[in-house]
């Protein structure tokens, strides 16, 4: 009986062994969530006598990595990375396709895309002192009011024309989905009941409606050639507050595109700062997973290898009972609870090595 036992727990821990060696190798998350992809950068150039595959090539790397610096960074952090060198770009570069090239009037189109090691952008960045960004995509639903103050009137949705242009103004790297509220007549007859406390107004009847935990909502106050605006970012229970003042702005076609182009840089550079990662803090964890679990042991993998916080981990140990990961974490102990938690992944925190429940 007990050579018997003792060959079933060899048996047992070779076998987690290779499931832990085929996580840890193998996994096609890990080697995806190890680069920033970058897919459907066009460019063109005319065919002449002096044309270069390569240069066209290069032109194309440099549009790749200004969307993924529009993706990461904050706009106020973009001055720092404006004199980037082509050789510092390929450097960070992991591999890049070509997905469609053709020849059209003597001239030559190219469809590239670009696989960016996140571990050297970070590096490149840090290098900067800027800290970089979660890539997370949000929906927000966006209530744009006008108020003209000169005749005392709401535009809420006929005849606002940042209303009416708010989702034709649109960039690749915009992380912002906006939802705008449908013409309600209800809805309509409630804002402008609260014309004289419009900037004290909650508008929790009208959110609760579309049932999604982030809200943006934009007071435009008109007065003669100046607009004031009033930016109100929910972000589940937290509210930002902006502030922005033009001066010379009429609000006409031409200068609409260019409001919304600014108001959504200013949100956009709201949401990344609430998904901001600290790469100067290098928080080290143990964590330690019950084998006999094999199915949130891989899981769990593949959540680590997505979550961009973590600069590094690695498995420590393991034995027939449990692996034992090593992990740098870009944030405090909290943060990654708070995080994990939202996974559904909890924690025994009492020891050195937390243990996954």
Not at 1 to 20: D, G, H, P, S
Not at 167 to 189: G, Q
């Amino acid at each position: 009986m007990f050579w018997f036992t003792m060959y079933y727990f060899k048996r047992l821990y070779i076998l987690f062994f290779i499931v832990a060696l085929n996580i840890f190798f193998f996994s096609t998350t890990k080697v995806n969530a190890k680069s920033f992809e970058i897919n459907n950068i066009e460019i063109s150039k005319p065919f002449q006598n002096n044309f270069n595959k390569n240069t066209v090539i290069d032109i194309g790397f440099k549009k790749a990595f200004s969307e993924l610096i529009n993706t990461l960074v904050k706009s106020s952090d973009f001055k720092k990375v404006n004199k980037v060198k082509l050789n510092e770009i390929r450097g960070m570069i992991d591999s890049f396709s070509i997905k469609e090239e053709k020849f059209i009037d003597e001239t030559y189109h190219v469809n590239l895309g670009v696989s960016f090691n996140k571990k050297k952008v970070f590096y490149y960045l840090e290098k900067k002192n800027i800290f970089p960004s979660q890539i997370i995509k949000e929906n927000f639903l966006f209530i744009p009011i006008i108020i003209d103050e000169a005749n005392n009137e709401l535009k809420i949705f006929s005849n606002n024309k940042i209303y009416d242009n708010w989702n034709k103004v649109t960039k690749k790297y915009h992380l912002i989905n906006y939802v705008l509220p449908t013409e309600d007549l209800e809805d309509l007859r409630l804002i402008k009941s609260k014309y004289e406390t419009i900037e004290k107004y909650d508008f929790k009847e009208i959110i609760k409606k579309y049932f999604l935990d982030n809200c943006i909502i934009s007071l435009i106050f008109k007065n003669g050639q100046e607009v004031r605006i009033l930016s109100k970012i929910i972000i589940k229970d937290t509210v930002v507050i902006k502030n922005d003042t033009f001066t010379e702005l009429e609000l006409s076609n031409d200068e609409i595109e260019s409001l919304i182009n600014k108001l959504k840089i200013t949100y956009e550079d709201t949401w990344k700062e609430k998904n901001q990662i600290n790469t100067s803090i290098k928080l080290p964890l143990i964590v330690r997973v019950d084998n006999l679990r094999s199915n949130k042991l891989i899981e769990f993998e593949n959540f680590l290898n997505q979550l961009d916080m973590i600069s590094h981990h690695s498995i420590d140990k393991l034995n027939k009972k449990h692996t034992f990961y090593k992990i740098i974490f870009n944030g405090s102990s909290s943060n990654f609870i708070n995080i994990m938690k939202n996974k559904n992944y909890l924690f025994d925190t009492q020891k050195k090595i937390w243990i996954l429940k």
